[in-house]
Structures are given as structure tokens and as C-alpha cells.
């Protein structure tokens, strides 16, 4: 696998429920982002993770989202409660580490598309 | 408060023209400006990109150019191709890495 992977690509809730979406990064890469973006809108940084380290948050990241990369390598981002504002593609990158020559190209996932009703 | 513009919001442009897209932006710390191709139903897709001590960047039929005075920094697609036909993102990061995104420029190349 030569690319970031997400799963699942699409996902319907109703509101009040809690979702879980996954994202593979490409292979070796130790910097892991996740963004979220609404429909005619670029995306917008949510939180990013060095190995399992989470060393930024957003201040859209609400109490009701968390993200965890336990192992350094996949990561979860879940919403509890959910909402019908949080409707969205979820959206997930991987860099390489720092110093190397292609540090600071984000290689995006296809996202997850939450509809939530 | 959105920290980078992009104009305009879609264009329509024949094949074979030149396709213009500007951004601005306020941060003076940001140090890395790419561009991204977004088709629907995919994420967005590294184009190229430049660093503020370059002020032009050319990769095959796409050029950045980028004023560090003004803050400003445009991306040009010569001879544009129906393929191009795609959403485009500037994007700038500072450190931290990361990206903060324009909102996008819906690029349609008439045959």
C-alpha cells in the first residue's frame, strides 16, 4: 500500500450516536493530521500526532472528539454525541519526519464523509 | 478568521488558456506554500509548492509565483486541459506543520 487509507469511506448516523473512523498512514511516516472539511470549504486542521505523541489541537476540536495514535502508526478519531454541524468529509494526512527532504508534503487519505441526521 | 484568501471562488476557461488563481495571506511566519488538486469524491493531491525565499516555482505546465512583500502568491496553469478540471486549495503552514487551506477555486476547462 502505497497511499493513506481511511475507513470507512462513508458513514450515516443519527444524531446522539458516537463514530469511529480509522486512518492508515503511509508506511513510515511518523507525522499523522487529521482535518476536517464541509462541502465548498477547504479543509481545516483538527489535531496532529508525531509517533503517538498528540502535539496540537484546534479549537474546533470540541470535548466530543478525540484522537488517539496509540502505537504511532494507525490512528482513531472519534466523535461522541454526535451532531448534525458535525457533518463533514473527515480528512487524514501523513508526512515524513522531520529532516528528511520531503518533510513537509501532507499526503492526504480519501476521507471519511459523515452524514449525520 | 481565515488567514488565507483565495480568489476567485470558480472560473471557466477554454482548452488551450491560462488558468489563474490567487491567494494572500496575513501570517508573516508561515514558510511553505503548496498547492493542492482536489478531484470530487478524493482527497487533495500535492501540486506543487514553493518556500517565501523563491519567487517562482515552475513544474510542467503549472508556475507559482509568490510576492513575500505583498503576501501574495498566485498559481498559473497554461494550456489548460479538460483534466485539469478540478477543485484547487492553496494552502500555508508555519511551524507545527500545519496547513492552513484557502477555500478553494473550482477550475472547469471547456473543450
Known amino acids: 500500500d502505497t497511499g493513506v487509507s481511511q475507513d470507512p469511506r462513508h458513514k450515516i448516523t443519527k444524531r446522539g450516536q458516537n463514530v469511529t473512523f480509522r486512518c492508515d498512514p503511509i508506511?513510515?511516516?511518523?507525522?499523522l493530521y487529521w482535518y476536517r472539511q464541509t462541502l465548498g470549504q477547504g479543509p481545516e486542521f483538527l489535531t496532529y500526532?508525531?509517533?503517538?505523541?498528540?502535539?496540537?489541537k484546534s479549537r474546533l476540536l470540541s470535548d466530543r472528539f478525540s484522537a488517539e495514535r496509540p502505537k504511532g502508526s494507525f490512528s482513531t478519531l472519534e466523535i461522541q454525541r454526535t451532531e448534525q454541524g458535525d457533518s463533514a468529509m473527515y480528512l487524514c494526512?501523513?508526512?515524513?519526519?522531520?529532516?528528511?527532504?520531503?518533510?513537509?508534503?501532507?499526503?492526504f487519505g480519501a476521507g471519511t464523509r459523515l452524514s449525520v441526521l | 478568521q481565515q488567514q488565507v484568501k483565495q480568489s476567485p471562488q470558480s472560473l471557466i476557461v477554454q482548452k488551450g488558456g491560462i488558468s489563474i488563481i490567487n491567494c494572500a495571506y496575513e501570517n508573516t511566519a508561515f514558510d511553505y506554500f503548496p498547492w493542492y488538486q482536489q478531484f470530487p469524491g478524493k482527497g487533495p493531491a500535492l501540486l506543487i509548492a514553493i518556500r517565501p525565499d523563491v519567487s517562482e516555482k515552475k513544474e510542467g505546465r503549472f508556475t507559482i509565483s509568490f510576492n513575500k512583500s505583498a503576501k501574495q502568491f498566485s498559481l498559473h496553469i497554461m494550456d489548460s486541459q479538460p483534466g485539469d478540471s478540478a477543485t484547487y486549495f492553496c494552502?500555508?503552514?508555519?511551524?507545527?506543520?500545519?496547513?492552513?487551506f484557502g477555500g478553494g477555486t473550482r477550475v472547469l476547462v471547456k473543450p
Open positions: 508506511s513510515e511516516h511518523n507525522r
Open positions: 494526512a501523513s508526512s515524513s519526519k522531520p529532516g528528511s527532504f520531503s518533510k513537509n508534503i501532507q499526503y
Open positions: 500526532f508525531q509517533n503517538e505523541a498528540q502535539l496540537e
Open positions: 494552502a500555508a503552514k508555519a511551524a507545527g506543520n500545519k496547513l492552513t
